[in-house]
């Protein structure tokens, strides 16, 4: 049972544009969510989060939006830039039992095309 | 501050061996949770230890097992080996137990059994 799914496996988006990786999940016990960018031969790499009682957080190019009614995350990288290409990880973990382990998705792979 | 380490990097087993890997998490860091990734699943959440007690299970069968020291270095023990158990091993730790503390990855193990 995939209770976190990214369902576009790959994205490709030319440089300088908008790249929109989507999340959603289906454990309502979720109330906090993370997205890792992972490089080939790496281990994966925390990149933003967000908290249930917001909808939006931002760092630089990056900003996640929550949209808790329809269990569904986004990330948002503007502009996109070549070195952004790796692999997205959605991940949700929540307070009790056994949503407090940390569930990911099984990723998508974005590729910013010059 | 050195981060997380994992060995072997690379292992080849044949089916029916056992394997065992190991994880050095950074510095201070007491709790150790342990991944396989595998084309199309993700990372499948394996276990998590803190303070030498394993404090969440995901979904595997008890051919996994894994320990941690109390220098908090962590184990895990892979026994009767399948070829479906092929994958990527990471191991990532954190200051705290659960998915609200940020976790940071090692490289990973590559395992390939055949």
């Known amino acids: 049972d995939q209770q976190v799914k990214q369902n576009s496996p790959s994205l490709s988006v030319q440089e300088g544009r908008i790249s929109i990786l989507n999340c959603d999940y289906t454990?309502?016990?979720?109330?906090?969510f993370l997205w890792y960018k992972k490089y080939p031969a790496e281990g994966p790499t925390f990149l933003i989060s967000i908290s249930s009682i917001k909808d939006k957080n931002e760092d630089g190019r990056f900003t996640v939006f929550l949209n808790k009614s329809a269990k569904h995350l986004s990330l948002h990288i503007v502009p996109s830039q070549p070195g952004d290409s790796a692999v997205y990880f959605c991940?949700?973990?929540?307070?009790?039992?056994?949503?407090?382990?940390?569930?990911f998705g099984t990723g998508t792979r974005l590729q910013v095309m010059l | 501050k050195a981060g997380v380490t994992q060995t072997p990097r690379y292992l080849i087993k044949t089916r029916g061996q056992q394997v065992t890997l190991s994880c050095s998490p950074i510095?201070?860091?007491?709790?150790v949770s342990w991944y396989q990734q595998t084309p199309g699943q993700g990372l499948q959440f394996l276990f998590e230890?803190?303070?030498?007690?394993?404090?969440n299970k995901g979904n595997f069968p008890g051919r996994f097992s894994g320990r941690q020291f109390s220098n908090s270095r962590s184990e895990m023990n892979v026994s009767t080996l399948e070829l479906g158990d092929s994958a990527l091993y990471l191991c990532?730790?954190?200051?705290?137990?659960?998915?609200?503390?940020?976790?940071?990855f090692g490289p990973g193990t590559r395992l390939t059994v055949t």
């Open positions: 454990n309502s016990m979720f109330d906090y």
């Open positions: 510095s201070g860091h007491r709790s």
């Open positions: 230890y803190f303070s030498e007690t394993q404090r």
């Open positions: 990532a730790s954190s200051l705290g137990t659960g998915g609200y503390y940020e976790q940071y």
């Open positions: 991940a949700a973990s929540g307070s009790t039992g056994t949503a407090s382990k940390l569930t």
